[in-house]
């Protein structure tokens, strides 16, 4: 199906491991993100990326590491998961129109990613 | 630095009534876009409608409309005829480029409940 979709939806892990977040889409947006959701919060941006092998930090970067090889995916690793890192994350990406005005247009959201931290 | 206020943590409406979300913004930008997003119990962000803010004319999508005051900076959605599904969690958003950095910054969010 088209569209963004994110994988695993629910994920459980321990303090010290790696974690990775995968996000996909079929839209082939130039833009990809990735946010955190939590409560008192709201979503706080991550990382971002504006194509394949660029990539930039957002607000919260600390503690987590992106790559984008394609276009289409864009996977977050937490690379030792603290509890800290217990969130919802969201996967999200936007196309570049150029010469209209601003760079970003709508972003899509991925269903999200819960991620528990023990 | 931008940022977005969402000054009303909680809200309810009676179904079939009319409710108005707020929304104030910071930026010293002139280019920009607005946004509102729902977000449902099933926490998928779901995009309810935008605004450009070179446009005067407030944007309408179906039940749903916008008060885009620019000068005040303010951005209120107005649900008409509300309906149980639209209770969620509403996030308004803004965008702008910046130095070459272009970052959506989110509210807080208001939960909307519709009581039957």
């Known amino acids: 199906d088209a569209g963004i979709t994110q994988s695993p939806r629910y994920k459980i892990t321990e303090t010290g491991r790696q974690v990775t977040l995968m996000c996909h889409q079929t839209w082939s947006h130039s833009y990809m993100f990735w946010y955190r959701q939590d409560l008192g919060h709201g979503l706080r941006l991550i990382y971002y990326?504006?194509?394949?092998?660029?990539?930039d930090k957002g607000e919260v970067p600390d503690g987590y590491v992106v790559s984008r090889s394609k276009t289409e995916n864009f996977p977050l690793t937490l690379e030792s998961a603290t509890r800290s890192q217990t969130s919802v994350y969201f996967c999200?990406?936007?196309?570049?129109?150029?010469?209209?005005?601003?760079?970003?247009?709508?972003?899509?959201f991925g269903p999200g990613t819960r991620l528990l931290v023990l | 630095a931008q940022t977005v206020t969402q000054s009303q943590p909680e809200m309810s409406v009676q179904e079939a009534e009319t409710v108005t979300l707020s929304c104030t913004y910071d930026t010293s930008e002139n280019n920009y876009y607005l946004f509102w997003y729902k977000q449902p119990p099933s926490r998928q962000m779901i995009l309810v409608i935008r605004q450009e803010a070179y446009k005067q004319q407030n944007a309408t999508e179906n039940r749903f409309s916008v008060n885009f005051q620019k000068a005040a900076k303010s951005f209120s959605l107005k649900i008409s005829d509300s309906q149980l599904g639209d209770t969620a969690m509403y996030f308004c958003a803004f965008i702008s480029t910046q130095g070459g950095s272009e970052k959506l910054v989110f509210g807080k969010g208001t939960k909307l409940t519709v009581n039957p």
């Open positions: 999200a990406s936007s196309e570049s129109i150029l010469g209209t005005g601003p760079f970003w247009e709508t972003q899509y």
């Open positions: 990326s504006a194509a394949a092998d660029i990539t």
